[in-house]
């Protein structure tokens, strides 16, 4: 840096000149300073436990943009409709190359597909996943989404505190088990998703009882999938077969029977430790929108009584 | 009065961030509006002014939910980021073009993700592979430098607007900032 400020051409004015140094000494202060501020703060959330001296701030951001995510979430609302609309359309195109007869019904049913229409369906839904399980739960719409670059998994619902939601508590949609509250503020909670690297949950094959953990791959997108490595050396998984949790004491953070998702394909080996199968989760983290958060577990495990029926998925 | 009406831009630029620009991310990755508002600040007003609105940007992505990775991960990479972008401007004197601004946010778009994957390897947090940095931060350079093209010469006429006179000689006469 030192050459560069040798190297440039000669300024106008002998203040310019002799100012250089002091200009260039002031920059590198700022520099150093900010570097400095970076490294306290992390060095102070670096243990990421829940008495972090950060908390308080992330508390104060959360009741300031928490109103400013839901405001840009309805904001945009018309364009997320359209989109939906558009992805409708599109489906709607190709079963009409497959099935003439149904094509007027379908049509008749995309005039009407409007956003809220559409949300009031899948509050429906989650009611009946809801009310199947037993579980008291309260709803609420995602309001923002993590980046993939910072490769956590995680988005914030306009639920939070004063609508009875704490951390380690489940949240749900309509098909299926979406992921875990990890913070609370009073108006936004954070949800880390089932796909993020650093998720496991306890899963329980529908078909033989048989346990095991499901951790995510922290991948992105429709296409994401968990891995799910059972506990019983016995246990023979098959593709196909159908996951619900097996639920943690004290219902936290996982509470028992919501659906997980289905083993798409089983690993080639047989290890000491069980079996290993890629599980397509029910729920597809990349188009969330309405979920429900368990604030009352279910009085007792309603096992698989919550899965949808065979012939519909 | 600069440093407020940069305030303002950088909260709306994360909310935007976090709550309407995920619906159309390529691939997940969102577009760093947050970063390249800082390009911005770091072109317009030199190398300090870049540093400290960095650190302001980059801390409010720690803060602010869905987050939860450690706090002062993202503030430490976008001040190194607007840093970086004050002193491209001083290099090149003349008016930025398009050009400048495309390397400019190609280069500071790689430092802070790899500031931030760096950070996150120190910490050992698992979730962070080299094949997928490599493959996320090619996306989003792509994303950016797009955005970028209309974002930054909005961000550099605005903060333009709100500086004194003099600051606006220096700023138009061609001498290094």
Redesign the interface.
């Known amino acids: 840096?030192v050459l560069?400020e040798l190297g440039?051409p000669p300024?106008?004015g002998v203040v310019?000149s002799t100012g250089v140094p002091r200009e260039l000494r002031?920059?590198r202060t700022?520099?150093a300073l900010?570097?400095l501020?970076?490294?306290?703060?992390?060095t102070?959330?670096?243990r990421?436990s829940p008495s972090s001296p950060?908390d308080p701030?992330?508390n104060?951001?959360?009741s300031v943009?928490?109103p400013?995510?839901?405001g840009?979430?309805s904001?945009?609302e018309p364009?997320?409709g359209l989109?939906d609309r558009f992805a409708e359309m599109d489906r709607l195109v190709a079963e009409n190359q497959r099935l003439t007869e149904e094509n007027a019904a379908l049509n008749g049913q995309l005039r009407s597909a409007e956003y809220a229409r559409q949300r009031a369906a899948e509050l429906d839904r989650l009611l009946k996943v809801a009310g199947l399980g037993g579980y008291t739960v309260a709803p609420a719409r995602v309001?923002?989404?993590?980046?993939?670059?910072?490769?956590?998994r995680?988005?914030?619902i306009d639920a939070g505190t004063a609508d009875g939601v704490r951390a380690d508590m489940t949240v749900l949609n309509g098909d299926g088990l979406v992921g875990r509250v990890?913070?609370a503020?009073e108006g936004?909670?954070?949800?880390?998703l089932l796909t993020?690297?650093?998720s496991t949950v306890g899963g329980r094959l529908e078909r033989t009882m048989s346990l095991g953990f499901l951790s995510g791959r922290?991948q992105?997108?429709s296409g994401a999938v968990l891995d799910f490595a059972l506990v019983d050396v016995r246990a023979q998984p098959k593709p196909g077969d159908r996951l619900v949790t097996w639920g943690s004491r004290g219902s936290a953070p996982y509470v028992a029977g919501v659906p997980i998702g289905e083993v798409i394909s089983v690993g080639a080996f047989q290890g000491t430790f069980g079996s290993t199968a890629v599980v397509r989760p029910y729920v597809d983290a990349?188009r969330l929108d309405t979920v429900g958060v368990v604030v009352g577990p279910p009085a007792r495990d309603p096992r698989d009584a919550v899965l949808p029926p065979r012939q519909g998925r | 009065m600069r440093a407020a009406v940069a305030g303002v831009v950088l909260v709306l630029a994360v909310t935007l961030q976090v709550s309407a620009l995920p619906h159309i991310a390529i691939a997940g990755v969102t577009c760093d509006l947050a970063l390249i508002v800082v390009v911005g600040f770091g072109l317009a007003r030199g190398p300090e002014f870049g540093a400290l609105t960095g650190f302001a940007g980059g801390l409010l992505l720690d803060l602010v939910p869905p987050a939860d990775h450690t706090a002062g991960r993202w503030a430490l990479a976008l001040a190194l980021a607007g840093y970086l972008a004050g002193l491209l401007r001083r290099e090149g004197a003349t008016p930025v073009g398009p050009g400048q601004v495309g390397l400019s946010v190609v280069l500071c778009t790689s430092l802070a993700h790899l500031a931030f994957a760096g950070t996150g390897a120190l910490l050992r947090d698992p979730s962070a592979d080299a094949g997928e940095v490599v493959t996320r931060l090619g996306v989003a350079i792509g994303y950016d430098v797009l955005a970028a093209m209309v974002v930054v010469p909005l961000v550099m006429w605005g903060i333009g607007r709100f500086g004194t006179a003099q600051d606006r000689r220096r700023l138009t006469g061609g001498a290094s900032l």
């Open positions: 840096m560069r440039a300024t106008k310019r002031r920059r700022v520099l900010v570097i501020a970076s490294f306290t703060l992390i102070l959330d670096a990421r950060i701030l992330r104060a951001a959360a943009f928490g400013l995510e839901s840009a979430t904001a945009v364009v997320n989109r309001i923002g989404i993590g980046a993939a670059q910072t490769f956590t995680t988005v914030t990890v913070r503020t936004t909670a954070t949800v880390l993020d690297a650093g922290g992105v997108g990349s």
